[in-house]
């Protein structure tokens, strides 16, 4: 039995040694000086990844471009989930119960399921941060490419097998590319549904469940086999979205497909459960700000998911997007309360940059107060090195220090942390960064989700430092504290994962 007591010190005491090793304070807490790989490779699985460049991975992954041009039916498919799952009888608020008092801590997670060396980086650190949670919460994403049921061995139970409580998910749009057949047989413990006979282009060509192996899912499903690890009192999760009760906090996850449209059931669903008078956190497969921009979710049938959010009544104090694959946090006013919207996508798959996002302004959140991890210059250097060693352009290489100052200068701020001597920009340098997307120019070498979708495997990006990250949660009934910690994949990290953002929000 684990003392609850003695893990909320340890964690408090992680915390203030990670604050002065993180990336703000030197570039060893940005992993640039990696004394010594993490013990993470011995994690690994021996057999190769997949390959985005591989024919057969893009047709996998058809249904997000077939969504686009067509529209996108995960609303129609995920209203069957619910009709076959609340026919075997799942409570119809899909409400999750874990065992915890007014007082406990849980781990987010978003975007993980690569099941290379990005992946297993993070966990280390986050066994070390994350004992003594009392589950983890994965946003998105948990399987790449396309959420197979029979990928999720190596990409989901083997990677957590030695975290020891039961772990919840809300899938991405890439869990959807299996029509959600993976996602509801792992987490739900869903049969598949019957097969419907696709109309018009979209339906010939869809791409419907793979069939899962079910004596391969069952060997997987040993790894993570200990009762600790089971959710206690309920066979399984209720669906893809849900609501974590606990006396201090409500944890709603929503569902936002391929297309990040809330269906009507699923809507009218929220828009229940935002009605309990307990504080809440949203936990959503699309950020509803990022890099800059707000991009709140539609509600079908009108308004988007940030009126729910907003609502004083609502009591949200806290939106927790995946799917961009790093960590930003916006505090935004509203009203007289501030609502912490937060992108935790940094979980296991290759880091998308920051140093596009220019100078914060967005819903009046000032610069100073926007958080970020990697930082822009580190991210700047990070794609540098990696274009400069796949185009043999050396010249494109900018070390973090010039990066650090190219960003600062072009926002308009300090560098986070203290350069490395002085540093002089030349005519060069800044080539390299408007090549990179530092600042917008209609030239840009990909540095987001086309480069990871069609290019990160160009890179050989198997060496620290990853940027990966995830989140710790501690809850009592008068506060919520968020902690991001990163994984950098040295070993000095494992050991000490640095924390790069700490805020304490009011539950009052
Ligand atoms: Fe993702």
Not at 83 to 91: F, K, T
Not at 358 to 370: K, L, N, P, Q, Y
Not at 475 to 481: A, I, S, Y
Request: aromatic content about 10%.
């Amino acid at each position: 039995m684990v003392d609850r007591g003695k893990d909320v010190v340890m964690v408090e005491v992680a915390a203030e040694r990670g604050k002065q090793l993180s990336s703000r304070v030197s570039e060893e807490g940005a992993g640039w000086t990696c004394a010594q790989t993490g013990d993470f490779v011995r994690l690994k699985p021996s057999g190769q990844g997949f390959s985005w460049l591989n024919l057969g991975t893009l047709w996998r992954s058809r249904n997000e471009v077939l969504a686009g041009l067509f529209g996108d039916p995960s609303g129609k498919i995920r209203a069957r989930w619910v009709r076959a799952q609340e026919a075997r009888g799942i409570d119809p608020e899909f409400r999750i119960k874990p065992p915890v008092g007014k007082e406990f801590s849980f781990l987010l997670l978003g975007d993980t399921g690569e099941g290379d060396s990005s992946q297993y980086a993070v966990v280390p650190g986050l066994l070390k941060v994350g004992a003594g949670t009392s589950f983890a919460v994965i946003a998105s994403d948990v399987i790449y490419p396309t959420g197979s049921g029979n990928e999720y061995g190596d990409k989901f139970f083997r990677p957590y097998q030695d975290y020891d409580a039961p772990i919840y998910a809300i899938p991405g749009n890439h869990d959807w590319y299996d029509g959600l057949g993976g996602f509801m047989r792992v987490f739900c413990d869903a049969p598949a549904l019957q097969p419907k006979p696709g109309l018009g282009a979209r339906g010939l060509l869809w791409s419907r469940p793979e069939r899962i192996d079910e004596a391969r899912l069952a060997e997987a499903r040993k790894l993570r086999g200990r009762p600790s690890q089971q959710a206690a009192g309920q066979a399984a999760q209720p669906g893809s979205y849900w609501v974590i009760e606990s006396e201090s906090l409500l944890v709603v996850g929503v569902d936002t497909g391929i297309r990040n449209v809330i269906d009507k059931g699923q809507t009218e669903w929220l828009r229940r459960v935002s009605l309990d008078p307990r504080p809440k956190i949203l936990v959503t497969g699309k950020p509803i700000y990022t890099g800059n921009v707000y991009k709140p979710s539609p509600l079908e049938g009108g308004g988007t998911i940030d009126d729910i959010v907003r609502d004083p009544a609502h009591r949200y104090v806290a939106a927790i997007g995946g799917d961009v694959h790093n960590y930003q946090r916006y505090p935004v006013k509203v009203g007289d309360r501030v609502i912490q919207y937060v992108v935790s996508g940094g979980g296991g798959a290759f880091m998308h940059a920051t140093h596009t996002i220019g100078r914060v302004d967005v819903s009046a959140v000032a610069e100073d107060d926007f958080r970020c991890y990697p930082l822009r210059g580190d991210s700047l250097s990070f794609y540098s090195q990696l274009y400069a060693r796949r185009l043999r352009m050396k010249w494109l290489y900018l070390t973090p220090s010039e990066a650090a100052r190219i960003t600062s200068e072009h926002v308009g701020n300090q560098p986070v942390r203290t350069l490395a001597g002085p540093v002089r920009i030349t005519r060069r340098m800044r080539w390299a960064a408007r090549l990179l997307g530092a600042w917008p120019w209609p030239l840009r070498l990909p540095v987001d989700k086309v480069f990871h979708r069609y290019l990160s495997e160009l890179s050989d990006w198997d060496t620290p430092p990853f940027f990966k990250q995830f989140l710790h949660l501690s809850v009592t009934p008068g506060e919520l504290t968020l902690r991001c910690f990163a994984a950098t994949g040295c070993r000095a990290q494992e050991l000490e994962p640095p924390l790069e953002d700490e805020v304490r929000i009011s539950l009052g």
